[in-house]
């Protein structure tokens, strides 16, 4: 018999899987030691995080004993906006090197809540202005990081 519970211990089960992947691929890329923080910080952290919530995910579904519940397959627009957001996902990817990260996450945010929301522009835009600004400030300019600039570089 197919259940919930036992999807999601799987499902956990991968997606640590997948963090462990990311911190051994971390491990492996090098930096100069004088930088403030080192390049493998962010996949370090992003790795960690995922594993712990997968191993999350496989330990609380392993633990529980209630009924499983209902899960509703999305409609056909449910579907579409899923393919709608990979699509972003993926122009958000391809733009990253030409327009920098700052701009293209801005973009992205924006497009995605005007998406999801579409009679709030004024509040999608914003939200992808704020957020162009804390990506360059917070991982660039505080952080140190090195991402993609674009435009910003010069």
Avoid at 5 to 20: N, S, Y
Avoid at 31 to 36: A, I, P, Y
Avoid at 73 to 93: C, M, Q
């Amino acid at each position: 018999m197919r259940s919930l519970r036992k999807c999601d211990i799987v499902a956990g089960a991968f997606i640590a899987l997948l963090g462990a992947a990311v911190i051994i691929a971390a491990s492996q890329i090098r930096g100069d030691v004088d930088e403030r923080l080192p390049p493998r910080a962010l996949p370090y952290a992003v790795g960690f995080m995922t594993l712990a919530g997968g191993l999350g995910l496989a330990v609380k579904s392993y633990r529980f004993h209630g009924e499983d519940p209902v899960v509703q397959w999305p409609e056909k627009d449910g579907w579409v906006r899923i393919g709608v957001n990979l699509l972003l996902l993926a122009l958000f990817t391809a733009l990253m090197d030409p327009l920098g990260m700052p701009i293209t996450t801005g973009l992205y945010v924006a497009g995605a809540i005007w998406y999801l929301d579409r009679e709030r522009i004024l509040t999608a835009l914003l939200t992808g202005a704020g957020s162009a600004v804390i990506v360059y400030y917070l991982f660039i300019q505080l952080l140190g990081l090195s991402f993609p600039l674009g435009p910003l570089a010069g």
